[in-house]
């Protein structure tokens, strides 16, 4: 055995003594041409290209290329730009918004693009049985209950015959019209969500017989039939009239389920952009010294509060956990990230690096306040998702601080995440959990009504404040930007005073990318490699 | 033999019954819900969550599932998985991905695994015996996926002489650094059991008696040494060949090759009760085909076992 142990080591000293070796630079190359560059995205390889029925991160990164959207953001001034709309005018109360098109854009058939594409594009998201993931998008447009009669979860829905939006109208070719079930003053800002993009016709009549083949009305196009198992293969559109087209004449996006491997690709010198994985977090400026950038993400993670259990409904007790917690500490075990402040990630307008009262690490304040609160019958559980490399590692640092900071008992569970948010959805999960935010438009309203307002998509802990639905709804129907920040910080401050969710850290993204290619990296936008330069 | 074949065939209906019902439970048991777990973090509407349902069956009854899913799979009508791929052009892609990095490596293990294990049962305590001995011992201790990563970064990243992952350098290329990864993995067990199967055999009395009456070297391996020798050796390389699907699951899914291992990684992973149980029914096809291919192969080899 001893013998064995000495090979075992040798071998695995090789192999490090060779890791160190690696120059990290990458020829990049990948791609053929001058102004190409192939994508590594560390996911599953897509079963379709349909913008409006993706919501994660791989698909609407393949759309943002196919796909444009109504306006977008200025990378350099973080204003909202239009890209295919020619204005964007809400009315006095913002609850009525008119849409007005650019003339002269196409889809990539050479069909003109109109306002009938989006109004019948959007009511065949919005009708539930379609069962497209951006569904969920126009429950704030007039109409939408009649389309999808409220029902219980794990009932069946109750047929309906109405098929369009009554608040969604085309007013001629090129305007339509969305009027909303309360004012809104952020529903400009959302319209730069890729979710909402246009499909032609001959699409929205067969969406299947589209799902490899799309027609997009974006700056580059399918390159020839995609198959299962392909790589997705993209040249420039030249009928993209839109602003701020990227510089790259063609685009392959590689799909690689498993981000180490992406990671060797890109090492290897086989992509030119790649995603740092967590367990890269600590050599990845080594690997490729030459090549690497960094970026805020944009969203923000948390512990999160059950509501539902009596035991954490104290504030002063959430108070008393946040406290306890050493976020300086926690985001370096995380690696890339820095200690959260407030609810909202840094990089959004309204953003207050001091939001946050109760989040200076304080044991001895934080055992006051636990006294105060009563203390805490029995133990802390902490949930955490087994999927995930880093949940149980993450769990246990913060059980150990509030074991030593608060005197608690402390246990663990872990679970798949579905798990978690199912139990968490039906109110019976019991304890903390970890939970993460990221918004689909740059505003803190995007924040602030998912996760605090009581019916909000993504309320994770249950919370339920009159006061703070009160404060967002002023906010909505606020028209002037400055003003409406006002009132969404108010209700920020409001949240943090409850603390359903305990802000952690907020997380920086780490990418590598090949000498022949720059990618932007804007405060607002991230880093974005469809938009690379080339040297 | 054709009562055998008929017989290990219908044997093997109830089992598969027993098999696919099995898996599905253990699918259907798991903790979760597979739409929310295909949306992650992001919430799904109810109105969206009903319409998948109602069209995944997910509502219906246990029972109810396996048996629509059992009838699907019958009627070649597979579907889509619940996140919109074409589950027949999916087995299309992935069946031959499997079978090219099965047949490679395999060859590969056996073929090592043969030479090996003959030269060193026959040169007993030799040097080549010795590092049989210690090589084996090593590549049994290091786990599938350090040598997995180890042989992608060094063949891959820092040599550059075979591809890191994918399939687009076609075959026998990009399959070749997987391949000889499962084979070291695979070829330990292969070697050794052929050395100790060669030992054993060469000192039986039966091989003495050989010897004592005169025959010459050649005749007593070629002809009583190894086919006794290699009897335990097909049995191994059945379950070896049958195996193989399992061991693809680690290695497609590191050197990101789209076959049937990294499909059912990607179902289990979304509770896709359907799609396990299909490639599951594929597996164990397989399984039993294969062992029948053993059996006589078996009787090939031993007159005393055929047609028992």
Not at chain 1, 169 to 194: A, E, H, M, N, R
Request: aromatic share 10%; hydrophobic share 45%.
């Amino acid at each position: 055995m001893r013998r064995a142990t000495g090979v075992l080591g040798v071998a695995l000293g090789l192999a490090l003594v060779l890791s160190s070796c690696g120059d990290g630079k990458s020829s990049g190359g990948a791609g053929s041409g001058a102004k190409s560059e192939v994508i590594a995205i560390a996911a599953d390889p897509l079963d379709y290209i349909n913008p409006l029925n993706e919501n994660g991160s791989p698909g609407i990164q393949v759309a943002q290329a196919v796909f444009a959207p109504l306006v977008a953001t200025d990378p350099n001034t973080g204003k909202t730009v239009n890209v295919m709309a020619e204005s964007v005018t809400p009315d006095k109360t913002s609850q009525t918004w008119t849409i007005k098109l650019k003339s002269g854009n196409t889809f990539q058939n050479g069909q003109a693009l109109t306002a009938k594409d989006y109004v019948d594009s959007w009511n065949l998201t919005a009708q539930g049985s379609t069962a497209w993931k951006n569904n969920g998008f126009f429950s704030k447009v007039e109409g939408y209950d009649a389309m999808n009669p409220p029902t219980p979860d794990g009932a069946t829905p109750k047929p309906t015959s109405v098929k369009t939006l009554s608040g969604l109208k085309q007013i001629d070719d090129l305007t339509f019209s969305v009027k909303l079930k309360v004012p809104f003053s952020q529903f400009g800002l959302t319209l730069q969500y890729l979710g909402l993009a246009p499909l032609p016709e001959e699409v929205r009549k067969n969406p299947d017989a589209y799902k490899r083949k799309p027609i997009g009305n974006g700056a580059f196009k399918l390159d020839g039939a995609w198959n299962p198992g392909d790589d997705i293969k993209l040249v420039k559109w030249d009928g993209y009239k839109g602003p701020n087209a990227p510089e790259a004449d063609a685009i392959t996006f590689r799909f690689i389920p498993n981000a180490d491997t992406a990671y060797n690709e890109f090492l290897a010198g086989n992509v030119d952009f790649v995603d740092v994985p967590p367990t890269k977090i600590k050599t990845f400026k080594t690997d490729a010294p030459d090549g690497w950038v960094t970026a805020t993400s944009s969203g923000a993670n948390y512990l999160t509060m059950p509501a539902w259990d009596p035991r954490y409904k104290n504030p002063k007790l959430r108070h008393a956990f946040s406290m306890a917690i050493d976020r300086k500490a926690f985001a370096d075990l995380v690696g890339l990230a820095t200690p959260s402040n407030g609810l909202v990630s840094p990089d959004m307008d309204g953003y207050r690096p001091d939001a946050c009262k109760y989040c200076t690490f304080d044991p001895t304040a934080a055992k006051q306040l636990l006294a105060e609160a009563g203390g805490f019958s029995g133990a802390v559980n902490i949930n955490y998702n087994t999927t995930s490399a880093t949940g149980q590692i993450f769990a246990e640092a913060i059980g150990n601080m509030l074991r030593q900071n608060l005197g608690l008992t402390v246990k663990y569970t872990g679970k798949q995440g579905s798990e978690i948010t199912q139990l968490a959805d039906t109110r019976k999960l019991d304890g903390l959990r970890f939970s993460g935010w990221g918004h689909d438009y740059p505003s803190i309203e995007d924040y602030l009504t998912p996760m605090f307002k009581s019916n909000g998509d993504a309320n994770f802990s249950g919370y339920n404040n009159p006061e703070l639905d009160k404060v967002l709804a002023q906010g909505d129907a606020e028209p002037n930007p400055e003003k409406a920040i006002k009132l969404y910080q108010q209700a920020e401050d409001i949240a943090l005073e409850d603390m359903p969710l305990i802000p952690l850290y907020a997380k920086q993204n780490a990418y590598l990318h090949s000498a022949k290619i720059m990618p932007r990296v804007s405060k607002y936008t991230g880093v974005q490699a469809l938009y690379s330069t080339f040297k | 033999m054709t009562r055998f074949v008929l017989r290990r065939i219908l044997a093997a209906i109830p089992i598969g019954l027993i098999v696919t019902l099995g898996v599905f439970a253990l699918v259907f048991a798991m903790p979760g819900d597979p739409l929310r777990e295909l949306a992650g973090d992001k919430p799904i509407p109810a109105a969206v969550l009903a319409a998948k349902r109602a069209q995944f069956h997910l509502d219906d009854p246990f029972i109810v599932q396996y048996l629509l899913s059992m009838k699907d799979m019958f009627t070649g009508h597979f579907g889509t998985t619940f996140a919109g791929a074409d589950i027949a052009s999916q087995l299309r892609l992935r069946i031959p991905v499997t079978l090219k990095l099965a047949t490679l490596s395999l060859a590969l293990q056996w073929i090592a695994g043969l030479l090996f294990g003959l030269y060193a049962g026959f040169r007993r305590n030799g040097v080549v015996d010795r590092m049989l001995l210690l090589s084996t011992l090593v590549v049994l201790a290091v786990p599938g996926l350090v040598l997995y990563f180890a042989g992608q970064f060094l063949f891959g990243v820092q040599l550059k002489w075979l591809p890191v992952s994918g399939i687009t350098e076609g075959y026998p290329l990009a399959y070749l650094l997987p391949a000889t990864c499962i084979a070291i993995t695979g070829f330990a067990g292969m070697a050794r059991l052929t050395r100790t199967s060669i030992v054993d055999t060469a000192n039986a009395d039966f091989v003495k008696t050989a010897r004592a009456k005169g025959l010459g070297e050649q005749r007593i391996l070629w002809r009583h040494v190894l086919p006794n020798a290699l009897l335990p050796v097909v049995t191994l390389m059945g379950i070896d060949f049958a195996g193989i699907f399992a061991g693809a699951v680690l290695a497609e899914s590191i050197f990101n090759l789209p076959g049937l291992g990294q499909f059912l990684f990607q179902s289990i992973r979304f509770h896709e009760g359907g799609v396990v149980v299909l490639l599951s029914t594929l597996a164990f096809v397989m399984f039993i085909a294969i062992n029948l291919v053993v059996d006589i192969v078996y009787g090939l080899i031993d007159p005393r076992v055929r047609n028992v």
